[in-house]
């Protein structure tokens, strides 16, 4: 069983930066994709990026070009980096480990608890 851990949300002005982590446990991190959603309240969850196994990278078009995903598998910690964040960004940013090596719809895909980010004025 894998357990990803958050980290890193909380407060951030309108154009501001945050680095969200998501630390996991076991052996199979490097062997997998990992991605970061974010769900905002009575909406449905929404991919905001992804990194395959072999660090190949995806982004949804709202971020492209303001968050960046990295993996360091000596740490089996996945990160995303958030630059200019809009006051709409304000969701919870949950972690998931896919079940394969790419960036595909699979089964055993593992999720973190969340993380909240929240804009201030």
């Known amino acids: 069983q894998v357990q990803l851990v958050e980290s890193g949300g909380g407060l951030v002005q309108p154009g501001g930066s945050l680095t969200l982590s998501c630390a996991a446990s076991?052996?199979?991190?490097?062997?997998?994709?990992m991605g970061w959603y974010r769900q905002a309240p009575g909406k449905q969850r929404e991919l905001v990026a992804g990194?395959?196994?072999?660090?190949?990278?995806t982004y949804s078009d709202s971020v492209k070009g303001r968050f960046t995903i990295s993996r360091d598998n000596a740490k089996n910690t996945v990160y995303l980096q958030m630059n200019s964040l809009k006051p709409e960004e304000t969701d919870v940013y949950f972690c998931k480990m896919y079940g394969s090596s790419r960036l595909v719809p699979s089964t055993n895909n593992y999720w973190g608890q969340g993380t909240q980010v929240t804009g201030s004025s």
């Open positions: 990194i395959t196994s072999g660090n190949s990278t």
């Open positions: 076991g052996s199979i991190f490097r062997f997998r994709a």
